[in-house]
């Protein structure tokens, strides 16, 4: 039986580890934040140490896009400085390190999906935190995957189809961004997706390298929302009007890119992983919410 220890585990994504790991029988160890601060770089040669996993799998961020506008330093640390730390104590111990990365480490100008050897150039600091923690992991670790993913939601943590529930509570209409373009994925989809990848990881080192995972069926974030609204009415009994707007009427601190559609075909042809529509994940995400209001407010 395979060994993973997770970190950032009270995450959306590391949630998600924790919950779909036992269902195919891997052992996982999930580590939140008060447990392992992965800035840290003794703590976590010391923890990894004594866990001694057959893989790390990291899914702990800096994931606050507009706030590391004004935290660029806590963005770093968390981006770069703890990817770096993982990376070098696996690599210590000869451990493959799977490590999470974004869809915001492209500028958004392609006209098609992105590839995974197309030239990187982050809009924001977010972005160019996470893409200085791919450079770190690629430096110090050679069995590692860095896994490229886009716009995660799921029925808890901060998401947007959480911001759209709770707006869509109290407001009669949301205006909402039409003119950025990608891929959103549930958390479940991407923990199930490390959780196909890691065995074939460990038996093929060669596979190491950089993969594009998002759920299938691009669109916008108005899409998205609209998609929420239809599918969450028949619940909640509120059906905002939405509004498409430009990015222009909706300015952020930090810029998106218009296009981050992440080409997915390399995943599928090396793992045998594809992409599942992202409404699927949607709904089964919805039924969590209801079954469990609770878990539904911030
Ligand atoms: N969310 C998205 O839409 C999105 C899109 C593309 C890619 N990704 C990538 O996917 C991965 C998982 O994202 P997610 O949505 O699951 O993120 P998330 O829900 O924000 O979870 C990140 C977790 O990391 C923890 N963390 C932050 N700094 C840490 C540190 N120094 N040491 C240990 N833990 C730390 C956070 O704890 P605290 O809450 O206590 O800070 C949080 O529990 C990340 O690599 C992210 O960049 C996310």
Same mark, same amino acid.
């Given at each position: ?136 992991? &690629? ?8 896994? &490229? ?16 529930? &709770?707006?869509?509570?109290? &407001? ?127």
């Amino acid at each position: 039986m395979i060994r993973l220890l997770v970190t950032g585990a009270g995450g959306q994504v590391g949630r998600a580890l924790l919950e779909a790991a036992p269902l195919v029988d891997v052992l996982v160890t999930g580590l939140g934040h008060s447990s392992l601060d992965i800035t840290r770089k003794d703590e976590v040669a010391e923890r990894i140490a004594a866990e001694r996993p057959d893989i790390v799998v990291n899914a702990a961020a800096y994931t606050a896009v507009d706030k590391a506008e004004s935290e660029t330093e806590a963005a770093f640390a968390a981006n770069e400085t703890g990817p770096a730390n993982l990376a070098a104590a696996c690599d210590t111990l000869g451990m493959p390190l799977i490590h999470l990365s974004t869809d915001y480490v492209f500028d958004g100008r392609a006209e098609g999906p992105y590839g995974e050897d197309d030239p990187v150039a982050p809009l924001g600091t977010y972005g160019r935190s996470k893409e200085a923690g791919e450079r770190a992991v &690629r430096r110090s670790n050679s069995r590692h995957v860095i896994l &490229r993913t886009a716009w995660v939601f799921g029925a808890s943590g901060h998401n947007f189809l959480r911001t759209v529930l &709770r707006l869509a509570e109290d &407001r009669d209409e949301l205006r909402i961004v039409d003119d950025q373009y990608g891929c959103p994925t549930p958390a479940r989809d991407i923990a199930d997706a490390v959780l196909t990848l890691a065995p074939q990881l460990l038996e093929r080192p060669e596979t190491a390298g950089t993969y594009h995972f998002c759920g299938a069926g691009p669109t916008t974030w108005f899409g998205f929302a609209d998609a929420i609204v239809e599918a969450a009415a028949p619940l909640t009994g509120r059906r905002p009007r939405l509004v498409p707007i430009p990015s222009s009427a909706y300015p952020t601190p930090a810029p998106r890119p218009a296009n981050s559609v992440l080409d997915c075909r390399k995943i599928g042809e090396t793992f045998g992983i594809g992409q599942r529509p992202w409404r699927e994940g949607l709904a089964a995400a919805l039924a969590t919410c209801f079954d469990n209001p609770a878990g539904t407010a911030h």
